[in-house]
């Protein structure tokens, strides 16, 4: 089966030649080509969770542009993380120690959120 980049899941038309992407600029998950093959996706199109300045509903979002527990219940992440299994990578290799506290920190507090609704 296929794995779907994030672009293809949201259907935001903001990879290089998607339908949003002159209007509205191409966003870093799909030109990063550093994290290419990462989780099996294109560019970032499968941990863009991890990238800082992702433009997911129309705002910058991404770890660090702007930090949300929101990456981790999104349907892209938990997709990802099903599909992936044991071999799921959650961050970048080039990501601090600080970043990956950090992440680690947002998906505790994301699974004690799930957890207690
Ligand atoms: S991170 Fe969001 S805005 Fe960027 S390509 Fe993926 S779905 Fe589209």
């Not at 998607?18 to 209007?23: T, V």
């Not at 550093?34 to 910058?60: H, K, M």
């Not at 920190?105 to 799930?114: D, G, I, S, T, V």
Request: one cysteine or more; charged letters at 25%; a positive charge.
């Amino acid at each position: 089966m296929e794995k779907k980049n994030c672009w293809e899941i949201k259907k935001c038309g903001r990879e290089p030649g998607g339908a949003r992407s002159r209007e509205l600029g191409v966003c870093v998950a799909a030109s990063a080509m550093s994290v290419d093959g990462l989780n099996n996706g294109s560019n970032g199109g499968r941990i863009c969770w991890a990238i800082a300045g992702t433009l997911c509903r129309g705002e910058v979002t991404g770890l660090f542009a702007k930090n949300e527990v929101s990456c981790m219940a999104c349907e892209v992440f938990k997709l990802v993380k099903a599909e992936e299994k044991a071999d799921f990578i959650i961050w970048k290799s080039d990501q601090t120690c600080e970043s990956q506290v950090m992440l680690r920190l947002l998906m505790n507090n994301f699974a004690r959120h799930e957890f207690q609704r």
